[in-house]
């Protein structure tokens, strides 16, 4: 017999009168002893017991759980039906219990001083993936598990919360004229009014929806998410190696799609091209998100007046490794907080110089209004190159040649 029976001898006698099953009587010292089962511990306390002349009150039904362990296959059943509906590869068990038996098992854990009791719950779940296992024959995973299986035991109910899909890639935007994700009508927000022909939205499709509508339906999923490495406004071209993203893809119900079938499909469209498609993490989201790139840019720039070829291209060579100050762009003052952002211009390069048009490629640290970097915005962005060369300039045309982001995903 092992020591931690005799030597919780005492609360083992008090709990054996409580009426308690034997899977309650030995959770009250679930986390004593290894390898071994709440049914053994019971075992185990009661034959100490016996030793003492001492017989546990086993009633036909138990004083704290009510026989809820009888209807464990019952419970596994659900689950598994329920489980077997999505493609997962692994799953997780929860679990809902009556708050009541909750209350009064803390009572009484709290009347017995039994400190090292397990949870009902816990046994619950680890008993119902046991036997979910032995039928749907997929992995229990504990820390990130593709699917959860909640079992509510007053019904027998189960709800179940998967995982999302998250798949990586770059894309090409090659229209000016869609942003990157979707974007809802200011006036309906998304309701369908006059403004947005009852569609709902300010542009009638967008980057994400390209390809995550084709990711969705392939998935068997109704919603996705779009997270993408930075944006470029909707005006501008994404080119090169394409902007880094990862697409979220909630709730599906088949979780291995085929990425080349996907991608194939998605650059059927002449507004945006897509490449290099992977699974991968959640984790890849927030590595993508915390990430700095810098990013080159091509600007065709339009001055007011006359420009000399010389000053331009001195001007543009003064805007080396150089910090502005940006604040928050008028234009997008009224979505944004009006903050003063630094930021650093690596390097400038003038081309293509005409009387008064010239083109500006450019690397930038992440975050840099490019537009504004240009134009000065009225002064809320210096020092500017129209600043500098004391011309008042704009960028007609804006492309992001290069995120250079140098493999942070993959």
């Known amino acids: 017999m092992d020591d931690w029976v005799y030597e919780n001898l005492n609360i083992a006698e008090a709990a054996s009168k409580k009426g308690l099953c034997d899977h309650c009587l030995g959770r009250m010292f679930g986390k004593l002893g ?33 026989n ?42 709290n009347d ?15 008993e119902i993936g046991k036997l979910v296992f032995s039928k749907i024959q997929r992995d229990v995973e ?14 027998a109910d189960v709800t ?21 994700t979707i974007w809802p009508c200011r006036v309906c927000r998304g309701k369908g009014c006059r403004r947005c022909n009852n569609i709902g939205k300010m542009y009638a499709t967008s980057v994400q929806e390209i390809i995550g509508d084709i990711a969705a339906d392939m998935c068997n999923a ?31 119900v088949t979780r291995t799609i085929d990425l080349a079938e996907l991608e194939r499909r998605a ?38 007046n006359k420009i000399n070829k010389e000053r331009v291209n001195e001007v543009a060579r003064s805007f080396k490794d150089l910090c502005i100050d940006q604040r928050t762009p008028a234009r997008v003052e009224h979505r944004r907080a009006d903050l003063v952002r630094r930021r650093k211009i690596l390097w ?15 690397e930038t640290e992440s975050g840099t209004y490019v537009k504004e970097f240009v134009s000065g915005d009225g002064g809320r962005s210096r020092p500017s190159f129209s600043e500098a060369l004391g011309i008042q300039c704009r960028v007609e045309e804006l492309d992001v040649l290069a995120i250079n982001d140098h493999g942070v995903i993959r």
């Open 160 to 180: 179940l919360d998967v995982a999302p899909v998250f798949i990586y890639g770059r894309y090409n935007k090659l229209s000016r004229e869609i942003p990157q």
């Open 348 to 362: 400038v390069k003038a081309d293509r110089i005409n009387n008064d048009t010239f083109d500006l490629t450019m």
């Open 112 to 126: 017995l001083g039994a400190e090292n009791a397990e949870p009902l719950r816990s046994e619950l779940n680890r």
């Open 222 to 252: 109704k919603e996705h998410s779009f997270h993408g490495m930075g944006r470029e406004d909707i005006d501008a071209l994404m080119l090169g190696t394409g902007r880094p993203f990862v697409l979220e893809i909630s709730d599906p």
């Open 68 to 109: 809820i362990f009888d209807l464990l296959d019952r419970f596994a059943d659900a689950a598994s039906e329920k489980l077997m509906t999505v493609e997962t590869e692994n799953f997780l068990i929860g679990s809902r219990v009556d708050p009541e038996i909750e209350k009064n098992e803390t009572k009484l854990w």
């Open 142 to 155: 504990f820390k990130n598990p593709q699917a959860v299986a909640c079992v509510d035991t007053r019904f």
């Open 34 to 66: 290894t390898g071994m089962t709440n049914l053994q511990r019971a075992s185990m306390i009661k034959e100490a017991l016996l030793e003492k002349d001492i017989t546990a009150n086993v009633p036909d039904e138990c004083s704290l759980c009510g």
């Open 267 to 304: 650059n059927m469209s002449e507004l945006a091209k897509f490449n290099s498609l992977a699974f991968v993490s959640r984790d890849a989201v927030r590595a993508m998100k915390d990430s700095a790139a810098t990013k080159t840019y091509l600007a065709r720039v339009k001055a007011d």
